[in-house]
């Protein structure tokens, strides 16, 4: 098979594209590094079965010769991504779907779109099943990556029902692990770098808000199954185990054997109080189900960071550059702590 993987230099999209090259597919990766990072595919580079474009999707989806299967990744992911380019968000999620599906469709190719669970926003059903149509505020600052979700999963399904698109749509439930960037404000690789260096673990709110934490190897495996299939989803992608934030620096501070302190800050606007995956759906129609708990997920994630001194230090300066000024930091760099104004 021939994919595009547009995102295929982010975390997720190099992993997926790791997927299918060790499967034996030719890869066609679209990205313009604006939250990935070039380093994350600097394996596959020279590889004749892969190939990289590099540009921005929501002005032209550029791939020559064949496409039999289309993975749109592309997308700011981070909050603290995706509250510093909220047009750019916007775009992505409606432009960058359409030059996309269009792609897709004029090959006759299987599209997979890389939804979230952000579509439930703050949930009143717990767990989220794909049946629950969700609690988003439209006008909140999470909303532009929300909406934008929302947005391509409507195109996608109309794509579908009036181009015949082989269309698919995953829901992706929080993913961690191995080349998550160490500053990208996410709370994963915010606590393993911060207990990997001794600063206080910044924990937004109470710490009693939950998450379900799927490991990168569970999730890709789960989207390369959606690529093979014909099902139009939406599937949930994740594992539905839940922890609390206090949980989660719980178990970063005793994997990692840190003694660093536990620091509290203003929760953001519109953080969902909740989350947890039903995924029925996903193994009854793919036969997927997670297999990495999170003690090991996490391991693998805290010796990855700890072989990367310098990125960490370079992140953590980055951060506390961030923090200094309060609100802008340079391209790439964010302070942890997202602003909790709307
Ligand atoms: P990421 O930021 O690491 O990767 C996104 C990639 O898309 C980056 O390489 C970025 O440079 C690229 N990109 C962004 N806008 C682009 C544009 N206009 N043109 C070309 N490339 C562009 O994030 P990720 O965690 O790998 O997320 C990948 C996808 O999965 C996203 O669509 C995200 O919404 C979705 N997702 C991820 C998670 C998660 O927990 N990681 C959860 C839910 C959904
Ligand atoms: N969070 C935190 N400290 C951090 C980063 C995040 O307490 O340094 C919290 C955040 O407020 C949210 C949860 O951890 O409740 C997950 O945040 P993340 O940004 O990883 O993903 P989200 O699910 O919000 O998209």
């Not at 149509?133 to 929300?146: A, K």
């Amino acid at each position: 098979m021939r994919v595009a993987v547009t995102g295929g230099g982010g975390f997720l999209g190099s992993h997926l594209c790791e997927a299918l090259l060790r499967r034996g597919d030719e890869v066609v990766c679209l990205d313009d590094f604006s939250t990935g990072d070039p380093s994350n595919i600097a394996a596959f580079i020279g590889n004749p079965a892969f190939e990289l474009v590099r540009g921005d999707v929501s002005q032209s989806v550029d791939v020559r010769g064949a496409v039999d299967a289309v993975a749109h990744l592309a997308s700011p992911a981070s909050p603290p991504d995706y509250l510093r380019r909220p047009l750019e968000t916007l775009a992505v999620g409606s432009r960058g779907t359409e030059n996309a599906l269009r792609l897709a469709t004029q090959h006759g190719a299987r599209f997979v779109l890389a939804s979230t669970s952000e579509v439930y926003g703050d949930p009143e059903v717990h767990p989220q099943d794909e049946t629950y149509f969700g609690n988003v505020n439209p006008v909140g600052p999470r909303s532009v990556y929300d909406e934008a979700k929302r947005f391509a999963e409507a195109l996608t399904q109309a794509y579908r029902r009036n181009r015949a698109t082989n269309t698919g749509i995953v829901r992706i439930f929080n993913t961690y692990g191995p080349r998550m960037r160490p500053h990208d404000g996410r709370v994963v690789s915010s606590f393993v770098v911060q207990a990997l260096t001794g600063e206080p673990l910044t924990i937004y709110g109470d710490g009693k808000q939950t998450r379900s934490f799927c490991y990168v190897d569970d999730l890709v495996r789960g989207i390369v199954r959606m690529l093979n299939h014909d099902e139009p989803g939406p599937v949930n992608l994740g594992n539905p185990v839940e922890l609390t934030v206090l949980e989660l620096a719980g178990l970063v501070l005793d994997l990692t054997g840190s003694r660093a302190e536990i620091q509290f800050h203003p929760l953001p606007v519109d953080d969902p109080a909740r989350r947890r995956p039903v995924i029925a759906r996903a193994s009854e129609r793919l036969g997927w189900v997670p297999e990495v708990g999170i003690e090991e997920g996490l391991r693998r994630t805290i010796e990855w960071f700890a072989e990367r001194p310098g990125d960490i230090t370079a992140a953590l300066a980055a951060i506390r550059g961030g923090q200094q000024d309060g609100a802008t930091a340079p391209e790439g760099r964010l302070p942890i702590t997202t602003p909790a104004t709307s």
